[in-house]
């Protein structure tokens, strides 16, 4: 759970404190930095169920907010919340009705909705004069058209709000937000977006907006990740269900948990575990596999858009592994994709060579800063 504490006034976004909570070993851990970096607390929990720690950590972290002098009082608290439904296309202030809606929401993101919402119901518990905001990360996409939105299923599903939604969006709305500065020489119209880490889809931006994306009606579709299987033939699940008799539990285990890098190299979803273990031909055959797959998807996001003038890496894996650009880049070489080795290597914010046919760039991600904007547009109403 990754939190950032941003100055309410003022046109620019001035982060004040960010920090996570960390599960990993036998303690989980609170952490809040300055922005040069600096650990400002540190806090273990005993290990608890993950409802339970979340509320924990929100108790504690705005304990510590109101003693630290630097910071004033808190305003708003806006939260990333996965799913937003066919009802929710922009943010909301958080209300009885809105968290309830929202509620309902999880058979749709059963995995991720209700980790959203946990720290909302402990801030209503703790402040619940507090105004908390929600923003989607599929409110961004509901520009794709119609056709796109469109699941080949029968209507009755449609009418319940089974179609493709798209993820991500709060990252790609920051990037689109940054290829609109003016000190940017940006030199198309037509983008394809890359959000790379754990989970990770591409988003096909025709002038900032969304087009379409790789995934659908859930976090599941799209590229291979690190435990997510990305794009699979339902046969395979039928297979599962009909031959293995697995439950829809165990299936659901595996696509989330199980797949992905960490399936198919039978070591880990982590990209830098991997890396320290290029020896291993299953490990060789799970990026391989993840680069493959990158291409293949760029070239329907670019079928999408008639065209490509440009590639944006972002996410952790697409800020910081070069590697993976490289290789991605190599297979792209037919759109014209040239990748300068030095600034690849460096994580430059350019990395094609001048005479490219695509530019190719790297901008850090930052979903809370399209949250801070959301607030602040929210609590102004």
Request: aromatic share 6%; with cysteine; hydrophobic share 45%.
């Amino acid at each position: 759970m990754k939190f950032a504490v941003f100055a309410a006034g003022g046109a620019k976004a001035e982060r004040l404190v960010r920090g996570e909570v960390e599960c990993l070993g036998e303690r989980p851990r609170l952490q809040a930095r300055d922005p040069q970096g600096r650990v400002l607390m540190e806090r273990e929990f005993t290990l608890t169920p993950p409802e339970e720690i979340r509320a924990s950590a929100v108790q504690i972290l705005m304990d510590w907010l109101d003693t630290h002098a630097d910071i004033g009082d808190i305003r708003a608290v806006g939260h990333r919340v996965v799913h937003g439904g066919p009802d929710f296309a922009r943010p909301v202030l958080i209300d009885d009705a809105t968290l309830m809606r929202l509620e309902d929401l999880t058979p749709l993101a059963p995995m991720h909705q209700p980790a959203c919402l946990a720290p909302v119901h402990a801030l209503r518990r703790a402040r619940p004069a507090l105004p908390q905001v929600a923003c989607f990360d599929t409110a961004f996409h509901r520009t794709m058209p119609a056709v796109a939105q469109m699941l080949p299923l029968p209507h009755r599903y449609g009418a319940k709000g089974i179609r493709r939604y798209g993820f991500h969006g709060l990252s790609y709305e920051h990037i689109a937000r940054s290829l609109n500065q003016p000190d940017r020489d940006w030199p198309g119209a037509r983008i394809v977006a890359a959000h790379i880490g754990n989970g990770a889809s591409l988003c096909a931006l025709h002038h900032g907006v969304s087009m379409d994306t790789t995934m659908g009606f859930s976090v599941l579709d799209g590229l291979v990740m690190g435990t997510r299987s990305g794009t699979i033939d339902p046969g395979v699940l039928l297979y599962m269900l009909n031959e293995e008799r697995l439950t829809p539990t165990e299936v659901e285990d595996i696509l989330y948990h199980r797949a992905g890098l960490l399936g198919v190299s039978g070591r880990s979803g982590d990209m830098r575990v991997l890396r320290a273990h290029m020896h291993d031909p299953a490990v060789r055959m799970a990026l391989d596999l993840a680069v493959y797959r990158f291409a293949q998807q760029v070239g329907a996001m670019v079928a999408v858009l008639d065209g490509v003038d440009g590639i944006v890496f972002t996410g952790g894996i697409g800020e910081h592994d070069a590697a993976f650009r490289r290789d991605v880049c190599t297979r792209l070489a037919w759109l014209g994709v040239a990748l300068d080795g030095a600034a690849n290597e460096t994580h430059r914010p350019l990395v094609s060579t001048p005479d490219s046919a695509v530019q190719v760039h790297v901008i850090a991600a930052d979903e809370e800063a399209s949250i801070h904007r959301h607030v602040l547009a929210c609590i102004a109403q």
